[in-house]
């Protein structure tokens, strides 16, 4: 899948990629065509860069709702003939699930589009997950034979029955079509379930990788293979480390992380540093300078896990470096640092942003250090990541670190956030919106009537709604 094009955040289809609260409100409040074709546009074009991650459908779905619009397109972009010839989930995954909410909403029109890709899609296993939370028993019960009829009935056919019914995550109707009248059905979906439990219990019984009694070397082997085909083992490989090496290998491991090969190398560091070692730190800064690329980036993840003090006080030392150190020093005194660490912190926050803006993954770490340190001088650039990053998740530790240090935060952003399309910034706007404006009200009895809203949210609505709250 390409990577999606995300629009200026100030249009409306910039708003509602990027699943903002503003997104709804502006659409409820232009032209119904215009704010419809935007919609569709992000269901039919999935915008989130992490799609099995952040939350979107859920969102569209409650402004189909509002906005009582068609299902045409995402009809059209179900069957068409592009289903045949992309089979990503990612192509149907989000169109699918904004279809199971609207069926949970009682729009049946979305619950028959559902009951007729299950039949007939290429991302069957979706629709079929999604109605087994929605449709009833006769609707599932219709499904059983245009299901089965997609795995021939010879020894591959049946291979890939069972499969499906072992991968499946909604099981819901495998047990239903299990039971079923029919003798056909339910004798081949028993035994798919039968051979699926066998080829799981044969796959506990041939684990791969570390076995007892290695040594310290065969765990650096092992871990070296794995770079040699493409797997990066060091974090599993300095867990059997911890398990096999004892203090007399000390001196080994110590050479491993000072020269060894990549594998070595990687494994070496990140157990050293789990285990605070005193040497850690001197070989991280080493492999930094020396090592490559792979080994660099181990270095700097397992100097982003080390407790002690030793290593807060390294990182002060570090946190001005123009590199990859220095970025892992910045974002352990986001996490471990105190109050006088904070103009490091927001330092590197804005280095981040000026460097590699609003969507850079170091930022997830330093937002959130900037938020528990309360640097109140930095909500001008938490507000800059709000509004333009793509992803949703790093706009709700955005607002979560504006809720600390933005005394604007209730009566601005937090206004916005109970429309978000992720439940944990709901939650945030929940617990701190202020109820002056009349829109805070009428979402906040909304959210908590809605029986698809997460229940986090509905609890933090119900701590600031009650009997004396004014009426809408």
């Known amino acids: 899948m390409f990577e999606p094009v995300i629009a200026p955040s100030g249009t409306l289809l910039g708003l509602l990629q990027r699943g903002r609260g503003d997104g709804t409100l502006h659409a409820l409040t232009a032209p119904r065509a215009e704010a419809l074709a935007a919609l569709n546009h992000c269901v039919l074009r999935d915008p989130r860069h992490d799609w099995q991650v952040e939350n979107r459908s859920l969102y569209y779905a409650r402004l189909y709702l509002d906005l009582h619009g068609e299902l045409d397109e995402i009809e059209a972009h ?212 020396t090592g490559s690329a792979a080994v660099a980036d181990a270095a700097v993840d397992a100097l982003e896990r080390m407790r002690s003090v030793a290593a807060v006080d390294r990182a002060r030392g570090w946190a001005r470096r123009p590199d990859a150190l220095g970025a892992a020093a910045g974002r352990l005194l986001a996490c471990r640092g105190g109050a006088q660490d904070s103009d490091l912190v927001l330092a590197a926050l804005r280095e981040a942003v000026r460097g590699e803006g609003p969507d850079a993954l170091t930022l997830w770490t330093l937002v959130d250090g900037t938020g528990r340190l309360g640097i109140a001088c930095a909500a001008p650039v938490l507000r800059h990541v709000y509004r333009e990053t793509a992803s949703s998740h790093l706009r709700g530790r955005a607002a979560r670190a504006l809720a600390a240090t933005d005394p604007s935060f209730p009566a601005g952003f937090a206004v916005e956030c109970l429309w978000d399309c992720e439940e944990s910034t709901r939650e945030i706007a929940a617990r701190h919106a202020e109820t002056g404006d009349v829109r805070v009200v009428e979402q906040l009895r909304r959210l908590a009537a809605d029986p698809a809203e997460e229940a986090e949210v509905q609890t933090a609505v119900r701590s600031r709604i009650g009997p004396d709250m004014p009426a809408v």
Do not use: K, M
Request: hydrophobic share 45%; net charge negative; charged share 25%.
């Open 78 to 289: 179900l069957f068409g003939a592009e289903d045949v010839l992309d089979t990503e989930e990612c192509r149907t995954g989000l169109a699918l699930a904004v279809l199971g909410h609207l069926a949970s909403y009682g729009r049946h029109d979305a619950l028959e589009l559902l009951r007729r890709y299950a039949s007939v899609g290429t991302n069957w296993a979706w629709a079929l997950d999604e109605l087994a939370l929605r449709d009833d028993d006769a609707g599932l019960r219709a499904l059983a034979a245009p299901v089965l009829a997609r795995f021939p009935a010879d020894a591959e056919g049946e291979a890939e029955l069972a499969a499906a019914v072992r991968d499946a995550f909604e099981p819901r109707p495998w047990r239903l079509w299990a039971d079923d009248p029919r003798e056909s059905v339910a004798t081949r979906v028993r035994a798919a379930q039968e051979a699926g439990s066998f080829d799981r219990w044969q796959r506990q019984l041939r684990p791969q990788g570390p076995r007892p009694g290695w040594s310290v070397q065969a765990v650096f082997d092992w871990a070296q293979q794995g770079i040699e085909r493409g797997a990066a083992l060091h974090v599993p490989a300095a867990r059997c480390l911890s398990a096999v090496a004892g203090p007399e290998d000390r001196p080994q491991i110590i050479e491993a992380a000072r020269s060894g090969s990549d594998g070595a190398r990687c494994t070496a560091l990140r157990h050293l540093a789990d285990g605070n070692d005193p040497a850690a730190l001197d070989l991280i800064e080493g492999a930094v300078s």
